[in-house]
């Protein structure tokens, strides 16, 4: 079978690869593209602007790729991320990796070298075997060999990031497909998008009745939130949910908000408590992984049973016996149990929800002490507690998050109002997604964004924030600056600086500036409410340097149990 071009006859009107490739990408409804540009896909950059789309044109393809996961995870339509070929590939690729790992829809789009010098391993300008390295990474790779395959690929791209469990897709398009030319009216012909594709997964009647009897019998259950059900978008059939059966929710860190962390049956504030107590738990889109200690272990206390939603089959079982397994999309399987439950109503389950209560209120007020605590030089808590105050009045805020004391310290003090208002470091606890996410976060809702980020983590994008000045997007980075990774006041041995510290003379104020943004250093809790609210209100693109005492942190944050010390010849 041969891969030359179709001869066209001559005064046919002409299309090539790229043409075909904007045409396909516009049928399929993408305005937005995130990348970085050169050999061999420049083009695509200035045609994809020419006809009026956005191109956000990043500094480095990874965090392109974190952005166009954000995207497709706050859009449900896939984001797309384009780069060139081996290096640039390879950046995109630890975001195309993060977003399947986070069930977030994204496409690759990377231009790759001419397929007879890479497969003959001959040396080629950037030469690599993309498709397959991209492979185990992704639910699908495809390569694109001819034009009239362009509509066909994007539409398999877009169906399999977005249909059953979302993820990342790779596209690879070798150099000389871009120009090959086919007539342009059969390059029309060849281009659809597709009817549904993310079909409703409905659980079988017998599933729902499992379920259903389940939670009926039940004297102290739990509903417990994760990004999955955020990202299904069904979130007044998830308050209704909520609020029928009366029953305590908590929610994982991108599942806050979800249903408002204000609302009566919110139970985040007394976690462990409903994590070992309840005897019967509804997993509703979310993983029983090491976020959730496997489902097992002292974190769960007294045996109980799982009733585990999810669209991806092969999850249930992956850690424990899931008890009432309901295999669908989460609106239709909520759905379906509200209609199974219409009418029930238990003693025992509202004298536990009034418990449940309880604790969270104490658990809560006990916080608020600290975080109103003046300290000598500002800690997590009151620092934290001051953009609380502030972010309470903008409950449409988008907030990114990351770090480890400055992440777990703002997942447990900023309340979260509203559903996929928090973007963080997700099932990787990945550093690095900071600039990339503010900049989806900003462009896909229009709205500001705030990110709180350690100095370390912030250090893997901070280049970044030149991207977020360029297209004046409204963000206002608070930098957790406590000099270091965990703690800002590690001895440093005679000879080198500690590993786990920053030079302390670091001015990420000044850095704003000198990129084109707004900044100011605060020592307080009150200079940082005011700074953040003024921030807000101008709409500038804004670094708040804020100095936290060096010894505030812990080392890991709240995952300390996770990190591995070694007891042996330490001098
Ligand atoms: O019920 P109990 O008593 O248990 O109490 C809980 C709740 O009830 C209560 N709570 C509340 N109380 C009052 N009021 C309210 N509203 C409230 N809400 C909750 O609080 C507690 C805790 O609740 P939580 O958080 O819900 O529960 P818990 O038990 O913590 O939950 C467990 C987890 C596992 C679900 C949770 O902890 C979690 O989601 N953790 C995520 C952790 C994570 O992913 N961390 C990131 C990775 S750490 C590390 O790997 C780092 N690196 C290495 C590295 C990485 N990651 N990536 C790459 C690419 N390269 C390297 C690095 C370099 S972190 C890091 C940088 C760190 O330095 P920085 O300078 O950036 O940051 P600083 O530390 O600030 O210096
Ligand atoms: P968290 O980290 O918040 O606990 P996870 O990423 O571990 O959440 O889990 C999300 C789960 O949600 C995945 O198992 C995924 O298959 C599932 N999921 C994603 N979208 C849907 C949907 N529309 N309906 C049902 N399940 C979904
Ligand atoms: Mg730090």
Request: contains cysteine; proline residues 5%; neutral net charge.
């Amino acid at each position: 079978m041969s891969n030359a071009p179709a001869v066209v006859p001559e005064g046919v009107e002409l299309t090539d690869g790229f043409h075909l490739l904007m045409d396909a990408l516009e049928l399929n409804g993408i305005t937005n593209i995130y990348g970085l540009l050169g050999i061999p896909v420049t083009e695509i950059g200035r045609m994809w602007q020419a006809r009026g789309n956005k191109f956000y044109s990043f500094r480095n393809e990874q965090n392109a790729g974190y952005a166009a996961s954000v995207a497709g995870y706050l859009t449900k339509k896939p984001g797309v991320c384009v780069t060139v070929s081996a290096p640039g590939f390879l950046n995109g690729l630890t975001a195309l990796a993060n977003a399947t790992t986070n069930c977030f829809p994204m496409i690759l789009i990377s231009g790759s070298s001419e397929r007879e010098i890479v497969d003959l391993q001959q040396g080629d300008y950037e030469e690599m075997d993309q498709l397959n390295i991209a492979r185990p990474h992704c639910k699908a790779s495809f390569r694109i060999n001819r034009p009239e395959d362009i509509g066909v690929a994007v539409v398999r791209a877009v169906r399999t990031a977005l249909s059953g469990r979302p993820g990342g897709v790779y596209l690879d398009i070798p150099a000389r497909l871009f120009s090959t030319v086919m007539s342009a009216e059969e390059g029309k012909k060849s281009l659809w998008a597709p009817v549904d594709p993310a079909p409703a997964q409905i659980p079988a009647p017998s599933a729902v009745q499992r379920a259903a009897e389940l939670i009926k019998n039940a004297k102290k259950p739990l509903i417990l939130f994760g990004k999955g059900a955020a990202y299904a978008q069904c979130d007044a059939d998830i308050l209704a949910f909520v609020e029928e059966t009366g029953i305590p929710f908590t929610p994982m860190s991108m599942a806050k908000g979800l249903v408002s962390d204000l609302h009566p049956q919110c139970a985040a504030a007394a976690r462990s408590m409903v994590l070992q107590e309840s005897d019967v738990v509804v997993l509703v889109g979310a993983r029983l992984n090491w976020l959730l200690a496997h489902g097992k272990g002292k974190t769960w206390g007294v045996p109980k049973k799982f009733i585990q939603i999810d669209i991806q089959a092969n999850e249930i079982d992956s850690n424990v016996q899931i008890a009432a397994p309901l295999v669908g999309d989460v609106q239709s399987c909520i759905n379906a149990l509200r209609a199974e439950l219409k009418g029930y109503k238990s003693d025992d389950q509202a004298a536990w929800a009034k418990a449940v209560a309880e604790k969270h209120n104490t658990t809560r007020a006990k916080l608020a002490g600290k975080l109103s605590t003046p300290t000598p030089v500002m800690n997590y808590h009151n620092s934290l507690g001051a953009i609380r105050d502030v972010l309470k009045n903008y409950p449409d805020i988008c907030l990114v998050n990351e770090g480890a004391n400055a992440l777990d310290n703002a997942r447990m003090v900023i309340d979260q109002y509203q559903p996929r208002k928090r973007v963080d470091t997700g099932t990787w606890g990945v550093m690095g997604i900071g600039m990339g996410s503010a900049a989806a976060a900003a462009v896909e809702t229009g709205k500001p964004v705030v990110a709180i980020c350690g100095d370390s983590a912030f250090g893997f994008s901070a280049m970044e924030y030149e991207t977020l000045t360029r297209y004046n997007l409204p963000v206002t980075v608070i930098v957790m600056n406590n000099g270091g990774i965990y703690r800002g006041d590690e001895a440093s041995p005679d000879h080198q600086f500690s590993c786990m510290l920053f030079n302390p003379n670091t001015r990420y104020d000044q850095l704003s500036i000198a990129l084109g943004g707004e900044g100011v250093r605060v020592n307080t809790p009150e200079e940082l409410a005011k700074a953040l609210e003024a921030s807000i209100k101008s709409g500038k693109t804004t670094i708040i340097d804020a100095i936290i005492d060096p010894a505030a942190g812990v080392e890991s944050g709240r995952i300390g149990n996770l990190n591995i010390v070694s007891t042996i010849g330490k001098k």
